[in-house]
């Protein structure tokens, strides 16, 4: 559990629930249903016309990512290929097929497995990085739909509070329908502009995060295994690889 995530979502929602309060403005003065319906509502109708079912899915579990992200550790994984480079030296890369059949990362696992059939590095690096690539980009497109989100909230926050007025003008005669016509108009566009700067466009940022730290994982282990191909010694394999770390 990333605990600074949930903090800083508990914040941000907080300062403003705080601020209003401090300004001495009452707290169901922010609720609004119509308010929520409409930018809520809004937002997620665009960004599923704009977005295919299966990249929607892939975003929408992802997002746990934020609270809970992938272990990621550029230690373990050094580690790890250094183990495969000292067995691969001392029984040959047949050593390397029970690890590959044992492996639990399957990007890492595909390169196991392409050294104990003998693969060419070239063919080894050009598989590896097609592979890299495509994951990359599959990731990406989910943090592109928080963006897209972002992009949408205040606009259509923009929408209810023209909503609102409209009712507030079309009412003028009935000063009973003003303040829910008032109140839609501006707690809608708070709404739209916190959905978007509080919530759709951090996560977003922090995929991209996430996604950034994950490539150079892979990367990292793509010249890893590429130098046990090469039959490089397991010392100068550690040195290189520690230049991911810096």
Known sequence: MDILSLLGVVLAFAAILGGNLLEGGAL????????????????????????????????????????????????D????????????????????????EREPEQFAQKGLQLLVDGAETETIRSIMEVDLESREQRDLESARVFE????????????GAVMG??????????????????????????YGVAL?????????NKLRGIIRDRTRYQDMMIDGIIAIADGENPKSIEMRLRGFLQ
């Open 28 to 75: 169901g003065s922010l609720f609004n249903g119509p308010a929520a319906l409409i930018v809520v509502g809004g937002t997620f109708a665009a960004t599923i016309l704009q977005t295919s079912w299966p990249v929607l899915k892939r975003a929408f579990g992802q997002a746990r990512w934020v609270f809970v992200p992938p272990f990621i550790s550029m230690e």
């Open 77 to 100: 994984g050094i580690g790890k290929v250094i183990d495969w480079s000292v067995k691969a030296r001392k029984q040959g890369l047949l050593g390397l097929e029970g690890l590959a």
């Open 148 to 159: 897209a989100m972002g992009g949408y909230s205040p606009t259509i926050g923009i929408i």
């Open 165 to 190: 007025l409209i009712q507030v003008m079309t009412n003028l005669e009935d000063p009973q329908s003003l303040g829910s016509g008032i109140a839609t108009a501006f707690v809608a566009t708070i």
């Open 196 to 204: 978007a700067n509080l919530l759709f466009f951090p996560v977003a």
